[in-house]
């Protein structure tokens, strides 16, 4: 069905997580308030609204994993938890007055440039139609959650829950239950669920690098500071900025303090777990940084508990009554937990995006996603990507890098309204040359190094880490080349 004509704003912004909210506020800031942003749930909060599973975190200190320019003073600790980080995405929407703006429980399904009128338009599942001038793709790259193909998952009849669908009604009281996957949100999960259920089995297919996790609770008198004196407050944040990205020669690049880590991650498992054998079970055999480098200090004496169990056979089925190993011995349980992370599309996109002469960025990207500086695509003008290709943080803040990206196409946003232009278009030339050295520079580091992770394809191509410092990303978004770009 054609899409009936709508007015169109200057700016339609898809999503109203981090991510929307903040191009949002840079608009606002740069006088421009004539957007409007649309979220296909009915509340804001994209991945910090769906990831409230018990004893959800951010694993970067929450200083550093907050907007520069809406500093919070009062976070209860170094490393909140997601009730506070969703608190803190509200407070964003009520300080820039944003409600107004967000249109919620509209899905997009279909966005689509008219070249005649420069116009993008936004089809929602219910057909409503939706116009702007600039387009922003702020979906977010951890939205969709996704289960594992497991032979008989479907069979399952007890209660089965998605760490990202967390079922906040479920008593876990006396349970027996099963968590499958040990990564960032699985190692979370499990010391609260050894907490209250009766017997909790952690099936482990690979384990990763654990870190210690230097969380406080911040103190009064530390508050009061940053309230009284903003200056302390940021140079808290510098000091934790350069500490992660000093962290990114131990985690991107195969260096000295690549050994450094991993030695300080062994000591950390030694000391927290006496057991050879387990120990043995839960040491990795690829490099640190590799895969996310995880940090925690209860996982391991969670496992260690009576009514804790890890298991390493893998999966062969689930049958009704639980989890069947491939050594033979079935698992029962009366709640499978899938800590099994997210549907990250490395080829696709999240629905058709169709740009000049019709065009089809799914098409592509077939062979993995790319694009310019990870915000612009040839062939697709006036559109915006917020955590587009090969813009992953390996070590910093993702909130550090989203400025870089905000500030990018507010510039961008300001040329095509200043100019009125229909078309501000990346050359293809360009495009691909900046891809050249991205993929030149990924093929050097510890991403691609051998193991598996949700960072590579199947066949190993990296389309979601940026090979360097945030200081490196941030240097090249600071400079927006026009000559890099058609404009009509
Ligand atoms: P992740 O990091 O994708 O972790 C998913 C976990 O689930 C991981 O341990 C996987 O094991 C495991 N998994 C996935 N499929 C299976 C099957 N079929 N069988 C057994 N185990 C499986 O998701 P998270 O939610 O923890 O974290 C996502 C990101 O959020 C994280 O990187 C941070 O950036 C924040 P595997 O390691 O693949 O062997």
């Known amino acids: 069905k054609k899409p009936t004509p709508v007015t169109p704003v200057s700016v339609l912004i898809i999503g109203a997580g981090f991510a929307g909210l903040g191009m949002a506020i840079r608009l606002k800031q740069a006088g421009i308030d004539d957007f409007v942003i649309l979220e296909r749930a009915s509340a804001v909060g994209g991945t910090w609204r769906d990831n409230q599973y018990p004893g959800a975190a951010c694993d970067i200190p929450s200083n550093l994993y907050s907007y520069s320019f809406a500093p919070n003073p009062d976070w209860s600790r170094s490393f909140s938890g997601s009730g506070e980080i969703l608190d803190y995405i509200h407070h964003l929407v009520s300080e820039f007055d944003l409600q107004k703006h967000i249109r919620f429980e509209k899905n997009v399904t279909d966005l689509c440039f008219d070249e005649g009128k420069g116009i993008w338009t936004a089809t929602t599942d219910r057909q409503e139609t939706f116009a702007g001038r600039a387009a ?143 120990r043995r079970q839960l040491t990795p055999d690829f490099t640190i940084g590799c895969k996310r480098v995880l940090v925690s200090n209860d996982y391991y004496p969670a496992l260690q508990k009576d009514n804790a169990k890890l298991i390493t056979w893998p999966i062969a089925r689930i049958s009704e009554q639980g989890i069947r190993t491939v050594e033979g011995i079935e698992h029962q349980v009366d709640c499978i937990v899938f800590a099994t992370g997210f ?78 232009l229909k078309i501000l278009d990346v050359k293809e030339s360009v495009q691909h040359q900046y891809n050249k050295g991205i993929q030149k520079r990924l093929s050097r580091t510890n991403w691609n190094s051998g193991c598996k992770s949700w960072y590579l394809t199947a066949d190993g191509f990296n389309a979601t880490m940026y090979p360097g410092f945030a200081t490196q990303y941030a240097a090249q978004m600071a400079d927006f080349e026009e000559a890099d770009y058609e404009t009509a």
């Open 136 to 278: 922003i793709m702020a979906q977010g790259p951890l939205s969709n959650c996704s289960f594992p193909a497991i032979t008989g998952i479907e069979d399952f009849q007890g209660h089965k829950i998605h760490s990202a669908r967390w079922d906040h009604d479920y008593d876990f009281a006396g349970k027996r239950v099963a968590v499958i996957g040990t990564g960032a949100s699985g190692i979370q999960i499990i010391p609260e669920l050894v907490k209250v259920a009766g017997h909790v089995k952690v099936f482990q297919r690979t384990p990763g690098w654990v870190l210690p996790r230097p969380d406080f609770t911040t103190p009064q008198w530390n508050k009061a500071l940053f309230r009284k004196l903003p200056a302390s407050q940021q140079a808290m944040r510098n000091l934790l900025y350069w500490t992660h990205e000093s962290m990114a020669l131990a985690v991107i690049w195969n260096s000295p303090l690549t050994r450094i880590a991993e030695r300080l991650a062994r000591l950390h498992l030694r000391r927290q777990v006496k057991d050879r054998w387990l």
């Open 343 to 420: 549907d990250v599309s490395h080829s696709g996109t999240p629905f058709p995006v169709r740009g000049r002469n019709g065009r089809l960025l799914g098409d592509e990207w077939q062979g993995g996603a790319q694009a310019y500086k990870s915000i612009n695509v040839s062939g697709y003008p006036n559109l915006f990507m917020t955590f587009g290709p090969n813009s992953g943080p390996g070590h910093n803040s993702a909130l550090v890098y989203m400025e870089s990206q905000l500030d990018y196409a507010l510039k961008g946003i300001r040329k095509i309204l200043a100019e009125d």
